[in-house]
Nanobody
Framework: QLQLEESGGDLVQPEGSLRLSCKLS????????IGWFRQAPGMEREGISC?????????SYSDSVKGRFTISRDNIKSTVYLQMNNLKPEDTAIYYC??????????????????WGQGTQVTVSS
């Protein structure tokens, strides 16, 4: 059974940085498209970034994080990273990674994914 585990969430001051990790086990990361999502209290889940599993390794970002967050994957370590810089209080949320083999392209739509991690809390506050 494929499993995902996020880590790296923490309390950080505004303008600070964090790197989240998403470790995939029970499967092969290279053949899975991966998405990062977040959900703040009282808000809908938001797709913020993704990386495709095709040879181009396409990446995509939501407007809310573009220029500040960077997604990368290490297929040997079976881990996807989300480097988050210049964090803002509105980035406070639970962050989730998700995986799918249903498609190879990059997607920030939650219904495209069928495996989810438990989430890691990111709090941006002074």
């Amino acid at each position: 059974q494929l499993q995902l585990e996020e880590s790296g969430g923490d309390l950080v001051q505004p303008e600070g940085s964090l790197r989240l990790s998403c470790k995939l086990s029970g499967g092969t990361l290279a053949i899975h498209a991966i998405g990062w999502f977040r959900q703040a209290p009282g808000m809908e889940r938001e797709g913020i970034s993704c990386t495709s599993s095709d040879s181009r390794e396409t990446t995509s970002y939501s407007d809310s994080v573009k220029g500040r967050f960077t997604i990368s994957r290490d297929n040997i370590k079976s881990t996807v990273y989300l480097q988050m810089n210049n964090l803002k209080p509105e980035d406070t949320a639970i962050y989730y990674c998700a995986a799918t083999r249903r498609l190879a392209r990059c997607s920030k739509r939650s219904y495209d994914y069928n495996y989810w991690g438990q989430g890691t809390q990111v709090t941006v506050s002074s």
